[in-house]
Each structure stands twice: as structure tokens, then as C-alpha cells.
């Protein structure tokens, strides 16, 4: 196996797992790193020749890597699938001609060219594919592959300069995240709100049960794009969670749902249909009215408290 790899991420950590792969298909793999200092933890951990560029801006980094990628003409780039690495990949693609495909959680060589495996039909099923010609370009998410051990030898580490096009966008504006609506990605209990409500002050019953597991509140997507009651939804265009406790309420668990929620640890569903989808995927059902039952959850987890 003598893979010619080219590697990218602005995420230090997940370049690394990127050049584990690399190592792994091949001898030596070059990478494109965003400074001299990324430059040179990637060629401490095997990469034969690192690059840098001078700025991070999105343009020099797609100009950087089509530079290196003339320079070295690799069989495969790897980019990591962060939100500019999967902005950056398809473009880098089709600059090259190439055949692309995204959030590949593997990859191998195959006999003409390679073969990749991505989650399918939010995440409930494992497409494989094959890229055919050379260059294959994927996106690859966090964890896929290990990161190599270090080397303790130095690769080269090479400034490029190459200069961004002008860009086409123009920054009309920037706004700061507001404060307070994020933090679902990291919480450990989240309760969460779907069209089982009928209207939106009927949030309350989900707010109080909220303050007694000192949880974070959610939402399926109607409730939030559509009637705009809470910031932030769950699910596979909106966060992705992974809590100890994830409690659906009035949730019929659509599969675009459902893929939110499949790393969490105990998933409770509460909803009136025996038949709902949201109960399969459930450790625990509760067949019910959340009129019902979110008030008698919260009275019995006070009284607990007592
Ligand atoms: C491209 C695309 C992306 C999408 N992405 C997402 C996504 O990321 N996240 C997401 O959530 N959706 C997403 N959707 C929408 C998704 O398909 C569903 O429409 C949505 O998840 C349904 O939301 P829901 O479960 O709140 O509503 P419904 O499907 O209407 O379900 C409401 C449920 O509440 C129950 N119920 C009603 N009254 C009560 C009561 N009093 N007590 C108990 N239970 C009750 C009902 O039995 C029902 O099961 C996406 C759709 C598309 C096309």
C-alpha cells in the first residue's frame, strides 16, 4: 500500500487523527497546516512535509491546499469535517476535477481508487461508496481515527505563499451568539419539546420539571423554526446531544429527530401514542398525556427532594 496523502483541518487534534489514517495507507503524508506552529506538531507526529499559510482566511486555505495539492499530487485528501472543513472539501473537489464525498468515517483503498463509509438516512443506516480517479477528496468527522503516535523526527515544514483570490462575499454584518441559548451539546439532562404542546405557555410544565433535574431545555424543529418558541432544535439539521438523560416530551420521533439523540445515554419518551416512533428508540416509555404526567414527574421528583 503506497497511498500519496494530502491531510487538512484547522483542528489541530483532528489533523492528527487524519495523519493516523494517512500513516496507516501509506509511508508519509504531507499536510496543510493554518501556522508554523500547527506545522510543526503535525511534523512531529509523522508528517513527511507540512506546509503553512499566513493567514486562516477561507480563501488562502482553499488556494493553499489546491497549491500543495499541484505540488504533490496526492491520491487522497483528507479534511476534517468541521463547519469550514466541509465548506472547504466539495470546493477543493471540484477545483480538482474530483470525485468527493463527505463525512467519511472510513476509508480504504480500494482497487480503483477508494472506498468510503458514511451515515446514511440520519445516521440509521451505513452507506459505502466508491471514489473513483485520483484525487479522491473526503470530509472526515472527530474520532474516526486514532492519532499516530509521536515520531520524535521532524518533517519539513514549508511557507507557502500563496495569495487568497478576492473574495466574492462581503461581511455585511456580525452578530455575537446570544448568551444562554447554547449549551445543549454539552448537557447532561435535557428535557425536550415537541408538537405534543399546544401552546407555548404550556412551555411552563416543561421549565418546572426542567429546574427540579437542573436540565436544559430543547425542542423538535416545529417548535422552534416553526413557532418559533425556542432558539434552538435537536436533531440532524439542528444540535446533536449526547446527555446522561435526553426526556422527549410529545416527541413523535421522526427519524430526522431521532438522529440527535442516538448518543444519548437514557432516552425517556413521554407521548399519548402507544404507536409513536419516539417509544422504539426509548429506554423507558410513558404512554401518555404530558398534561398528565410532566406535572406529576415534577411533583414526585419536589416531594423526592424533600
Ligand atoms: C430536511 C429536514 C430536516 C429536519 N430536521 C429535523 C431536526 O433536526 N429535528 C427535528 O425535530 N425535526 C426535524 N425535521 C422535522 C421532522 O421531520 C418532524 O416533522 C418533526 O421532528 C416532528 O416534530 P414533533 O415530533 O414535535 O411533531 P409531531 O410529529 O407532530 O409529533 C407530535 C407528537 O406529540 C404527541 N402528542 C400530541 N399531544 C400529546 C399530549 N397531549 N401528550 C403526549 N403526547 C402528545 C403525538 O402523539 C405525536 O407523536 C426535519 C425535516 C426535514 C424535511
Known amino acids: 500500500m503506497n497511498v500519496k496523502t494530502l491531510i487538512y483541518s484547522e483542528n489541530t487534534e483532528l489533523s492528527l487523527q487524519l495523519l493516523g489514517r494517512a500513516l496507516q495507507l501509506s509511508a508519509g503524508a504531507s499536510a496543510l497546516a493554518t501556522d508554523e506552529e500547527q506545522a510543526a ?13 499566513k493567514d486562516r482566511s477561507f480563501d488562502t486555505l482553499r488556494a493553499g491546499l489546491l497549491e500543495v495539492a499541484a505540488r504533490e499530487s496526492p491520491d487522497l485528501v483528507m479534511v476534517g469535517s468541521t463547519k469550514r472543513g466541509r465548506e472547504l472539501a466539495p470546493r477543493v473537489a471540484s477545483a480538482l476535477g474530483a470525485g468527493y464525498s463527505g463525512d467519511c ?13 458514511r451515515l446514511a438516512y440520519g445516521g440509521s ?4 461508496m466508491r471514489i473513483r480517479g ?17 515520531q520524535g523526527k521532524r518533517g519539513e ?7 487568497s483570490p478576492a473574495s466574492r462575499v462581503k ?15 454539552n448537557a447532561k439532562v435535557i428535557v425536550s419539546a415537541g408538537r405534543g404542546f399546544k401552546k407555548r405557555e404550556d ?15 430543547g425542542c423538535s424543529r416545529p417548535v422552534s423554526a416553526d413557532l418559533g418558541w425556542m432558539a434552538q432544535w435537536v436533531g440532524i439539521s439542528g444540535k446533536k446531544v449526547a446527555p446522561r438523560l435526553y426526556i422527549a416530551c410529545g416527541i ?29 428508540i426509548s429506554d423507558y416509555s410513558i404512554v401518555g398525556d404530558i398534561y398528565t404526567v410532566l406535572p406529576a414527574l415534577t411533583r414526585a421528583l419536589r416531594e423526592r427532594a424533600r
Open 41 to 53: 506538531v503535525l511534523s512531529g507526529y509523522g508528517a513527511s512535509r507540512v506546509y503553512f499559510v
Open 105 to 117: 468515517f472510513d476509508v480504504q483503498q480500494g482497487e480503483d481508487g477508494f472506498q468510503v463509509k
Open 125 to 128: 443506516t451505513v452507506a459505502t
Open 134 to 150: 485520483k484525487p479522491a477528496v473526503v470530509s472526515v468527522p472527530p474520532r474516526s481515527f486514532q492519532k499516530p503516535e509521536t
Open 157 to 163: 515544514a514549508i511557507e507557502l505563499n500563496v495569495t
Open 171 to 185: 461581511v455585511i454584518e456580525s452578530r455575537p451568539k446570544k448568551a444562554g441559548d447554547s449549551g445543549l451539546e
Open 203 to 217: 412551555l411552563k410544565l416543561l421549565e418546572e420539571l426542567a429546574a427540579e433535574l437542573g436540565a436544559k431545555m
Open 252 to 280: 413523535s420521533g421522526t427519524i430526522q429527530h431521532a438522529a440527535g439523540i442516538r448518543d444519548s445515554h437514557i432516552i425517556v419518551s413521554i407521548n399519548s401514542d402507544e404507536a409513536a416512533g419516539i417509544h422504539e
